[in-house]
């Protein structure tokens, strides 16, 4: 079984960056698609990013050419580096692993983008 660990969070300034990162452990890394997803206070948990164990990636239109999903077979770590932040990206942050399920979520990490 997979566990997972967010980090990289915080308070920023609109237009201003962030990289989280999520660490796995207890499993092989390599075979799990990984996602990032995002929950407004009041609104539904809703996906961000993902990175297939193959490398191609996908992203909600909301944020594609600002955010980046990446990983890092070695370290067992996914990373979402996030440019050009704006008021509406403030959410807490979870990324999950998934074969064919999703097998585990992090805690998540809050993201607030405020001047």
């Known amino acids: 079984q997979v566990q997972l660990v967010e980090s990289g969070g915080g308070l920023v300034q609109p ?3 962030l990289r989280l990162s999520c660490a796995a452990s207890g499993s092989i890394f390599s075979i799990y698609d990984m996602g990032w997803y995002r929950q407004a ?3 539904q948990r809703e996906l961000v990013a993902v990175i297939t164990s193959g490398g191609t990636t996908n992203y909600a239109d909301s944020v594609k050419g600002r955010f980046t999903i990446s990983r890092d077979n070695a370290k067992n770590t996914v990373y979402l580096q996030m440019n050009s932040l704006k008021p509406e990206d403030t959410a807490v942050y979870y990324c999950n692993a998934e074969r064919v399920i999703v097998v ?12």
């Open 41 to 43: 206070p009041g609104k």
């Open 104 to 115: 585990a979520w992090g805690q998540g990490t809050q993201v607030t983008v405020s001047s």
């Open 15 to 17: 237009g201003g960056s």
